[in-house]
Structures are given as C-alpha cells and as structure tokens.
C-alpha cells in the first residue's frame, strides 16, 4: 500500500470520518489536478475494501472499513467541524500532536481533541449549540477535577523540566462567564483569534506561559 493510502486511512480511523473535499485538502493539495487524483484514490481503496462510502450527502463522506460510527450518525456533523478545526490550524502550523476525543477517565472532561500546536498544548472543544449556566459549569468543572488529580503531570508530552496544563480552546458565538484560577480557557469565533492574541501577548497557563511559535 502507497504511503498517501496509509495517511489516508489514518486520517479516517482518527477523525471518524472525512468528506472528499477534506482528503483533497490533506492529502493531494498541490497536484495538477487533486479532485481526479483523489478521486481515483477513493475509488481503489474502497474497491479494495479499506474505505466505506455514504452517498446520501454531498460531498459524499467516507469511512474506515468496517466504518467506527454508523453512516448515518447524528455525530458526523461533529466530527466534520473537527477536520475543519485541524484543516485552519495547518494554514499556520501543523499540530505535532492531534487527538480526536482523549480520554481521560471518569468525571474529568471529555474534550474534542487535545493538539499541541505552535509549541504549546491545548485542549479543544468546538461548540455546536448554546450551552446553559449549568451546562458549562459542570465542563469547567470537569476541567477543573482533572487539574486537581495531577493526572495531567504524568503526560508523556510534558516537558521534563516544567509541568504545563493545557489552555482550553473554545471554539464559540456565544461568550460565557467562566471563572477558573487553575486553567486558562480561551474563547474564540476562530483560530485566527487566537493567533492575533498570540503575537500580542503570551497565553497565561498553569506553570508559566505560552508564547506560540511564529515561525
């Protein structure tokens, strides 16, 4: 199997799923003509029993075979954004890092994904719909019970020298009250917020401060 296959089906196998246009966009950007090219990619690798299809939507989404969700799950809207969220951070850096939904354990948060990016670790939750008061608090909360465990300490991303908790990326329309003297969340309509926030100052985290690479 051809590298570009093997990326390809990693990309699926981490991001649930993925439309043709995002697999354009990841893995044949660049070539003299990418939709022909991946399309007779997709086409290879689903006759040869490595992908799955739904034609039910344009463009049409693709899968890992046998497919980790359903093909008609109602959380393939979530996970699109997710490939969208990684596909805006490349314009500027690749993350080294890029997890979709980590898990950390019972009663801790349960973030859309964990990336280090730009020289610095974040957590990522990308809103969907309004949450309430409660909603929210009981997340932060979770938050805030991972920070207190010390779990976090024992990453193996974590530098040897200094202990670093992650900022919180949040992805959202709607600016909640959130108070936390533990974790910095960041709430943000796009990444490119956070880049303009960046070159003028460095993001305050647990353990000092992180200062995004520019280069």
């Known amino acids: 199997m051809k590298k570009r296959d093997l990326a ?4 699926l196998n981490r991001f649930r799923c993925m439309t043709r246009d995002d697999i354009i966009d990841l893995h ?8 022909t090219c991946c399309n007779t ?3 290879r690798l689903r006759r040869d029993g490595y992908i799955e299809v739904n034609k039910d939507r344009q ?15 109602t959380k393939i809207p979530h996970f699109l ?4 969220f990684y596909k805006v951070t490349q314009k500027w ?3 080294k890092t890029f997890i979709v939904e980590p898990k950390y354990g019972k009663g801790y948060m349960e973030p859309d994904a964990f990336m280090i990016w730009k020289g610095g670790p974040f957590f990522v939750e990308i809103q969907r719909s309004i949450y ?13 019970s991972y920070f207190i465990s010390n779990e976090w300490q024992q990453e193996p991303w974590q530098p040897a ?13 709607t600016r909640y009250k959130i108070e936390s003297s533990n974790i910095k969340f960041i709430q943000i309509s796009n990444i490119s917020e956070l880049i303009k926030t960046a070159d003028a100052d460095e993001i305050q985290v647990k353990g000092g401060s992180l200062k995004l690479k520019t280069g």
């Open 8 to 11: 390809i089906i990693n990309d």
């Open 28 to 35: 044949f950007k660049g070539l003299k003509q990418p939709v």
């Open 41 to 43: 990619v997709l086409k």
């Open 59 to 73: 463009p049409y989404i693709y899968f890992t075979s046998p497919a980790g969700i359903k093909k008609d799950s």
């Open 81 to 84: 954004k997710i490939v969208e």
């Open 93 to 95: 850096d690749t993350p």
């Open 132 to 144: 309430s008061e409660k909603v929210m608090n009981e997340k932060v909360q979770r938050y805030e």
């Open 161 to 173: 020298n200094k202990k670093v908790f992650p900022a919180v990326i949040m992805i959202t329309e």
